[in-house]
């Protein structure tokens, strides 16, 4: 605490010096600080503030702050401490803490020491400002830990800097307390420039700047210039305190400014500035720019012309639009304020980057006609391939991705001129390279190397004109040795040329030396160790002059071959136009006589205006002997120009560094500063790649002869193909800071190159810098001369050679580490991209090369810019057609080398093909084993169902389907499947944990509880509770694995046989009654009744048959019509194509049926005699009825357990239902209330299988989202309440997305021909429009979206479909309820045996009506037979309610949704009804449905079944009684008209019409969708099992069209035994 | 079905198991074979249950099952090759019957004799109080079907912690591979072969 104590007051005294020199410098310095300065300085403060954020004081202490004193403070603070290495501690918990105490204190008190000694004088009392509060307290803990770090950093400094901070401190308080700066010094403007520029954006230019300003002065000013770079980086590092810090520091400073005001108005009294003078001060304060244009010259260099680059042909992008003025004021403002003029380009303007705004939007254009978006935007699925391996095909086996590698070798630099150059450098550097140039031919060595070539064409030509040598290549010769000769020619002309060069280049050499050597002289000191020695190389006189002689003659002799052959050329021609000229002349001749002499005497003038070469032909042969002296000539002297003279010595010149460099004491003052400054000269390289930095070399001095060795490898990890690598070269200047000399530009390397093998190569650079210097150097950019006059002056500029390589390096297993080349392209696809081809041409243009390149020449692409480049260089390779373009792009390169057969052959394979399909899970195929292995054991018969499939997919086969309609939509259907199913199929590639990993629940408590009480339990309990049965996953399952198990309880109700004389029976009832009862008991039934014997019969002896998949099971014969079997009938299970997997078993279609049939005995003995001795009867089966369960509602329930109706057709030949019967015999009143048979089943899978789960995917909406998430709120409050009960707020439509319910209710007109059948009663009107909703055939979407999801379909597309489940049934009823005026409702809930479903819920006067939508049934609320079991919710048009009741069976709920206790409302006061509009259409249309086509149907229909009934007795024959089924056709129109209380007419008129046969039959009554039900259906009733020999069969159909399509289909079988 | 014209036969004998588990004794091995749709087992049965062993009494302190196994496959396509699937149990603290290990292996593709050893790995409980709740009810999380780790889809929503190397030798033969094109290197008589064990494994 001590310690504490002491800090604090160290800092507020420290704190209080600071704050009296700002109270002087306040005092002192005028108040009128340059506004804009002003506003400049602030931010600099803040920044500063970040170093004081370590420092203790804090702002709250120091209200005024000015930017140097605060610097000052945190210079303080942060430099005080001299050594404080962190003293190792025991404890680690109280190290932080202990160490970071003891180094504040020692380095408070270091500071304390040297702010004594240095400010002691100018301290006065200290005063504590303000007590620290404990959290001030806590931050300067914080600060003390950060101070370690910075301590590690500073430390090496701290004995050289330690002190400059009281020099400073002096320095600074010296130029602030001078407002008028005296010269020398620098001025408060430029002192201030020194602090900011700093964090100006090019700190090496600004830094420079004020130091050359300062350089004879204040050298001081640089030392500290170095410190305060620390800082600095320190501060960036914070930017954001830095901005926090922003505002306060302006409120402090005003406040400061305050305080001084008040102190001033305190002494004097209120003085008045005149307007005028005001103006003045204005005037000094304020800064106007004016509108004026700025002259051009004012913003160029002097002596510049503007230079214009867009006139060079340079591309130059449109500069963004500002207004003129605005551009003056702010040249002007830059020229006032920034005299550096680096605003300014080359043309005076200011420098602006190319206006970024495209002229043109870059939206595709919009088409208007319709169709063509259609054919625009039509979507092709395509089916989503895995990626998974792509990318390490890619890159390369064995790789990380994207780890390629380039490395970077730089050697060193040189520089070929220099600023400090001396001129003796410039000399050397221009020897060395004239040496390079000499060395370089020398080794080329081009003229000997072309002599030789020369003498060996001679040879070869002499060889070639002796025919003795050469025999055998006589045709050829002359043409060969004319073709040597021109070769000879050019040969000759390439070696004198050759040989003049190195002969001049000699020559410079020799030059260069010679004036660097007076220059030595000159100037009595050597600054290079060049040195030029010539050796001269002795030759053989006399061979030499042989050789030179022979030389010239050869080439003399040439050159007259040459000459005589050209010679003799134009005689030819001479010949061939003067025979020309001749015959023109005859010509002439004819025509002008007179003109004959004129034309001899100017043949010249007619040859003229022939091709040229006639003129020389008019001298002849004279020229030869003349020309040899004339060519001798002209060979001799070019030969003397250009060649060594025989006999004079070859000079070879050496260049050595032997010499020796005069030391520095014997140089002039002004060399030595030069040699001094460039000792204090450095360079590094900075990488850049892709324009980042990647890394820089270390800095390296310059040395003496301007080499630089760096001689470092940099090794590039990079991803991407590189597209620039640079150098940049960095000069350092003493410790001031660094200039970008300038930019090289590396050449990316080859594929090929790579580390180890890539040569180091020299890139040269140069830099327009301009520097001059005060010593001997030369400066760059500036003219200088070697002459004493001045005159020959030379410009040289900065530049050199870097050395370096670039390469590739090579991985571990000597795969070179480069990126795919496929990357290389990005360069040029992404600047198509920035291209607006697309916009104006549309994509496809794209790869219309014409049309890409007519665009490109209408929109006049400016071919300089340089990003249409590569769009230039794609069109000028299109057009001009030189390079193949392919018409393709490759998504995949590689894949063409994974192919191991071409892909035809790949088709042609019928192995490949089956492979392929079984992978791509096509059904026919998902299952196939063991395909052959050879293609020759393949059948073609494989392919034909998948074949035909294909084929059929887009013929409408009518033949299943007889009515067109349904085959399209059987197709829609399937094709909807289809898409559904693979959706399905991809989303069960995505797993659950839990379909993995079986775990077990974490236990609640209860449970918890439960089973440790079970620890204490009994192994065996005396008596076992049932135990769930293992559910099996459908994976590892065969044929025969799985059992349906149906268990057959008992029935209710069964219709009894009626005796065929049954006039009687009418009034016999009770005794009936009475007999049947005695029937039912076992004791009185015996089988030896006659058939014709009525009363003592049994009335019926009813047993069950099960039949699923074709097999058929079935019970023992009961007796009675309330019969009980408790009979387990076990039907093996086999899932199509043995594919046990869940999808597949999801859409298994197949029902169960279970029929209920009665077995009648006949006695068929003939003889009477017998009948003592032998039993000869026939067996009957008479259908009663059945009941059908369709296999997936099984598979879903996992059981099925109730009573259901059967459904028993309305009319049953020989049998009646007896309900007074029931009546009699006392069943409860419950159960009298419905009508029709019952019965009681139980149905299972054993083992029991996992149902497979609905799709986990979000489905997107269009709902608002806020509606959604209330559902989801809603939903998860019911299912906290009652998780068994369904709630069921959103659905999914056909296209998949979800819709909130409620949208799909709304009242919609039933077809109106419903409506009027009957006028007057609602009632009869309701049942019929139910009944038209049960016609309807039924789908379940389970089947066709195996296990994917419900999908709701709207009413249209319901009836367009024409099947649909249970939801699209319910919401069609219950919106023709609700057009009817009805109250109605949707139900939810559980039903047997369909599971979860849909009904409707209507509300008649009194009492609810609970509709079976597929059925057409109704119940009423408390029949006990209604198959609804449980009720979850109601869905209105505008609300859902959902049951909160304790008990959810219809029977014991209240239908009163008013009632907020018993039902849940979705919309209620705080959530109201936001007016959802419905998914329906406005109204249904309705169609009549062709009658003829329904008579059609209804005609081949019955062939089809009569044709099917034969197939099914196979070994008797079927006949059709002609007349009975005449008389059934009649009959079922009836039935269709009114289904009740036509049974007795319909009997009685058909006793009348066949009295003498045996009757049984029955109409089957079934929504029409396919034949194949239907076929079904009459299979399932047995019909056709009755194998009497006298049989005789009819069958009768009637389809009856309702609108709409939707077909009621009645069939009428029967069996008719003509009695004996 | 067309007539099977190659039989690829490869004969294997799990001679020896090898399961180290420093801490788990009394344990038994059931293995089953996952292979593609083209090959069938034509001898041998391709599921089975090892008998229990518990730990040798010497310094190795070894679980040997030394259980054989003889299996032949023939195939008409050598796209999904045998696996051998093994998943050993064991009773737990309770004494309740939990998974020690799941592992697969790829019969060798030569034939030869080979030695593998399969690091093993059991599912990890999804939460810490699943893992004490299932240590406690002796109910470790188990894979619905041991065939999923012969398979790579859906793994990724398991997390697992390897526990022990069962050591496997296999014996196989191949019948007309060759003939049929593909060459699956030359028999191979040095003896085992194969990936070495990992490291750190007391021999």
Known sequence: ?1620 | MSKLCWTCLSRLFLKYYDYIFPEYDDLYCKYCFVYGQDWAPTAGLEEGISQITSKSQDARRALVWNFPIDVTFKSTNPYGWPQIVLSVYGPDVFGNDVVRGYGAVHVPLSPGRHKKTIPMFVPESTSKLQKFTSWFMGRRPEYTDPKVVAQGEGREVTRVRSQGFVTLLFNVVTKDMRKLGYDTGPPDTQGVSGPSPPQGLPR
Not at chain 1, 789 to 796: F, M, S
Not at chain 1, 828 to 850: C, E, N, V, Y
Not at chain 1, 897 to 923: A, G, H, I, Y
Not at chain 1, 1437 to 1452: A, E, G, V
């Open chain 1, 1 to 1620: 605490m001590k310690s504490k104590e002491e800090k604090v007051k160290i800092i507020s005294e420290e704190f209080i010096d600071d704050g009296e020199d700002a109270e002087e410098e306040r005092q002192k310095k005028p108040l009128k600080i340059p506004r804009q300065k002003r506003k400049k300085q602030l931010p600099t403060a803040s920044r500063e503030e970040m170093v004081l954020e370590n420092s203790p004081v804090d702002d709250q202490q120091e209200p005024v702050q000015k930017g140097p004193d605060t610097r000052l403070l945190g210079m303080t603070s942060r430099r005080g401490p001299r050594s404080l290495p962190p003293i190792p501690s025991a404890s680690r918990t109280g190290f932080a803490e202990f160490s970071m105490r003891e180094r504040m204190r020692e380095k408070l008190q270091a500071a304390r020491s040297k702010a004594e000694s240095a400010l002691l004088q100018e301290i006065p009392t200290p005063r504590p400002r303000r007590l620290r509060s404990p959290t001030e307290k806590e931050s300067e803990t914080e600060f003390g830990t950060e101070l370690d770090r910075e301590v590690q950093r500073t430390q090496q400094d701290h004995d050289s800097q330690g002190h400059s901070r009281v020099k400073f401190h002096d320095s600074v308080r010296k130029i602030k307390s001078k407002p008028p700066v005296p010269p020398g010094f620098p001025s408060a403007e430029e002192a201030y420039n020194f602090f900011t520029f700093n964090f100006d954006p090019e700190p090496e230019e600004s830094e420079e700047k004020p130091k050359a300003k300062n350089r004879h002065g204040a050298n001081r000013e640089e030392k500290e210039g170095e410190e305060e770079e620390p800082p600095v980086q320190e501060g960036v590092s914070k930017t954001d305190e830095e901005e926090w810090l922003d505002g306060k520091d302006v409120e402090d400073l005003l406040l400061g400014l305050d305080h001084t005001a008040e102190d001033f108005v305190a002494v004097r009294p209120a003085d008045y500035q005149s307007v005028h003078v005001r103006l003045q001060k204005e005037k000094e304060l304020l800064f106007v720019p004016s509108r004026r244009t700025v002259p051009t010259y004012k913003k160029l260099p002097e002596n510049v012309q503007p230079r214009y680059l867009e006139d060079e042909g340079l591309y130059i992008g449109a500069r963004p639009e500002v207004p003129r003025t605005n551009q003056n004021i702010m040249e002007n403002r830059l020229l006032t304020q920034e005299p550096g003029r680096r605003w300014f380009g080359d043309d005076g303007r200011i420098l602006a980057l190319p206006n970024p705004i495209k002229p043109v939007p870059s939206r595709p254009p919009m088409l208007t006609q319709e169709q063509d978006i259609k054919a625009e935007l039509e979507t092709l699925y395509k089916k989503a391939v895995k990626y998974i391996h792509r990318s390490q095909h890619l890159i390369g086996s064995g790789d990380a991705p994207g780890n390629f590698q380039l490395d970077i070798d730089i050697s060193g630099l040189i520089f070929t001129h220099h600023p400090c150059f001396s001129r003796e450098h410039v000399l050397a550097a221009k020897l060395a390279q004239l040496y390079d140039q000499y060395l370089a031919r020398r080794q080329r060595n081009k003229a000997k190397f072309l002599t030789d070539k020369l003498h060996a064409l001679r040879s070869a030509v002499q060889m070639g004109l002796n025919p003795a040598k050469t025999p055998k290549t006589l045709e050829t010769t002359p043409k060969t040795i004319n073709e040597y000769k021109s070769e000879i020619r050019q040969t000759r002309k390439l070696r004198d040329a050759e040989q003049e060069k190195d002969r001049t280049l000699l020559k410079t050499i020799i030059k260069v030396w010679k004036e660097m050597k007076s220059l030595r002289e000159f100037q009595r000191f050597t600054n290079t160790p060049l040195k030029l020695v010539l050796r001269k190389e002795k030759v053989d006189q006399k061979a030499d002059e042989e050789a030179y002689e022979a030389e010239i003659q050869a080439e003399i002799n040439e050159l007259l071959e040459e000459h005589t052959e050209e010679y003799e050329q134009r005689m030819e021609v001479y010949r061939v136009t003067l025979q020309q000229w001749k015959a023109w002349k005859k010509a002439q001749r004819a025509k002008k006589k007179k003109k004959k002499q004129e034309a001899e005497e100017h043949p010249a003038d007619e040859e003229r205006e022939e091709p040229g070469p006639g003129e020389e032909p008019e001298k002849p042969a004279p020229p030869e002997p003349v020309d040899r002296a004339v060519i001798e000539q002209q060979v001799r002297e070019r030969a003397a120009q250009s060649r060594r003279r025989p006999g004079e010595p070859t000079l070879v010149p050496e260049l050595s560094l032997a010499g020796s460099v005069t030391p520095n004491d014997q140089c002039p003052r002004v060399e030595v500063m030069r040699r001094e400054d460039i000792k204090r000269r450095s360079l590094f390289l900075k990488v850049t790649f892709n324009n980042k930095e990647v890394s820089r070399t270390e800095s390296r001095p310059l040395g003496a002869d301007f080499r630089v060795h760096f001689g470092q490898i940099f090794n590039l990890q990079i991803f991407n193909w590189p597209e620039s690598l640079t150098l940049q070269v960095y000069e350092t200047v003493g410790h001031s800071g660094t200039t970008l000399l300038a930019e090289v530009f590396l050449p990316i390397p080859e594929t090929t190159v790579v580390s180890g093998r890539a040569p180091i190569e020299e890139v040269e650079f140069s830099s327009n810098q301009h520097v001059t210097l005060d010593h001997e150097g030369v400066g760059s950019g500036v003219p200088f001369s070697f002459e004493a006059d001045g005159g020959n002056q030379l410009i040289l500029m900065t530049s050199g050679k870097v050395s370096n390589s670039v390469a590739w390096a090579i991985g571990e297993n000597g795969i070179p580490l480069i990126p795919p080349l496929s990357q290389q392209n990005i360069g040029f696809r992404s600047a198509l991209k920035r291209a607006d081809a697309i916009s104006s041409i549309g994509t496809s243009g794209l790869t219309d090369m014409k049309k890409l390149a007519k665009w490109a020449a209408e929109s006049k692409l400016d071919p300089n810019d340089p990003s249409n480049g590569p769009l230039m260089q794609l069109i000028s390779v299109a057009t001009s057609g030189e390079s193949y373009i392919p018409d393709f792009f490759r998504l995949e390169q590689l894949q063409q080398e994974f192919n191991f057969v071409s892909d035809e052959e790949l088709n042609r394979s019928k192995r490949f093909r089956l492979l392929l399909l079984r992978s791509q899970e096509v059904p026919e195929f998902r299952h196939y084993k063991q395909i052959p292995l050879y293609d020759r054991e393949i059948m073609e018969k494989v392919f034909q169902d998948y074949e035909k499939r294909l084929r059929d997919r887009n013929v409408i086969e009518t033949k299943d389907h007889i009515d067109t309609h349904r085959a399209t939509v059987a197709k829609y259907l399937q094709q909807v499947r289809e898409s559904v199913i693979n959706r399905f199929l991809i989303a069960k590639h995505h797993f659950l944990l839990s379909d993995l990993v079986v775990e077990e629940e974490v236990p609640n408590i209860s449970i918890l509880g439960l089973s440790l009480f079970k620890l204490a339990e009994q192994k065996r309990p005396l008596r076992p509770r049932r135990k769930g049965r293992k559910k099996v996953t459908a994976q590892n399952l065969s044929d025969g694995d799985i059992k349906l198990l149906v268990n057959i309880i008992r029935a209710y109700d069964i219709p009894v046989r009626k005796p065929t004389a049954s006039k009687f029976h009418q009034t016999s009832r009770s005794s009936r009654t009475f007999t049947e009862k005695h029937a039912a008991s076992p004791t009185t039934h015996s089988p030896a009744h006659s058939a014709d014997y009525p009363l003592g019969q049994v009335l019926v002896r009813p047993f069950v048959e099960v039949s699923f998949q074709r097999t058929i099971c079935h019970t023992t014969t009961a007796e009675g019509p309330n019969p009980s079997w408790n009979e387990e009938l076990e039907l093996p299970f086999r899932a199509p194509n043995g594919d046990y997997s869940t999808g597949s078993l999801q859409s298994v279609k197949d029902d169960v049926f279970i029929n209920i049939f009665d077995e009648v005995l006949y006695d068929v003995l003939e003889d009477d005699r017998e009948r003592g001795s032998g039993i000869h009867t026939r067996i009957e089966r008479h259908w009663l009825g059945c009941v059908k369960i369709p296999f997936s509602t099984i598979y879903f329930q996992a059981r099925i357990d109730g009573t259901f109706k059967i459904d028993i057709p309305p009319v049953l030949l020989g049998y009646s239902k007896e309900r007074s019967m029931m009546m009699d015999r006392g069943f409860d009143s419950v159960r009298s209330l419905s009508e029709g048979s019952y019965i009681t089943l139980f149905i299972t899978l054993e083992p029991q299988l996992v149902p497979g789960e609905s799709v986990r995917e979000k489905f997107d909406s269009q709902e608002d989202e806020k509606l959604l998430q209330a559902t989801e709120k809603f939903r998860a409050e019911c299912a906290l309440k009652f998780p068994n009960r369904q709630c069921l707020t959103t659905v999914v439509d056909v296209s998949g997305k979800t819709v909130f319910v409620t949208r799909y209710l709304k009242p919609l007109n039933p077809p109106q021909e419903l409506l009027d059948a009957y006028p007057n009663n609602p009632q009869a009107t309701a049942e019929l429009v139910a009944r038209y909703v049960s016609l309807i055939p039924f789908l379940p979407d389970t089947v066709s979206f195996a296990g994917v999801c419900d999908l709701w379909s709207t009413s249209d597309q319901f009836l367009d479909l024409l099947a649909g489940d249970e939801e699209e049934h319910a919401v069609l009823l219950c919106n023709y309820f609700l057009s009817m005026g009805k109250k109605a409702w949707l139900v939810t809930g559980n039903a047997i045996p369909e599971g979860p479903t849909a009904y409707v819920l209507t509300r008649e006067q009194s009492h609810y009506l609970i509709w079976n939508p597929c059925s057409g049934h109704f119940y009423g609320q408390f029949d006990t037979f209604c198959p609804l079991k449980s009720v979850s919710c109601l869905i209105g048009p505008d609300n859902i309610w959902f049951n909160i009741q304790q008990y959810d069976s219809p029977l014991r709920i209240n239908f009163d949704v008013t009632k907020p206790k018993l039902w849940k409302s979705f919309f209620s006061r705080s959530l109201p009804y936001p007016g959802l509009s419905s998914v329906q259409p406005e109204e249904l249309i309705y169609q009549r449905t062709d009658k003829v086509a329904a008579a059609e149907l209804q005609d081949r229909i019955e062939k089809i079944l009569k044709e099917k009934i034969m197939d099914w007795r196979p070994r008797h024959l079927t006949r059709w009684n002609r007349y009975c089924t005449s008389m059934l056709r009649h009959f079922l129109p009836l039935l269709e008209r009114n289904q009740e209380d036509v049974e007795d007419d319909h009997r009685a008129e058909l006793l009348k019409q066949l009295g003498d046969y045996r009757f049984s039959g029955f109409p089957l009554h079934m929504p029409y969708s396919e034949v194949k039900p239907l076929i079904e259906a009459v299979y399932s009733t047995g019909v056709h099992n009755i194998d009497a020999p006298n049989v005789e069969f009819a069958l009768a159909v009637y389809v009856h069209p309702y609108p709409r399509n939707v077909l009621s289909v009645w069939i009428y079988v029967a069996s008719l035994i003509r009695n004996r």
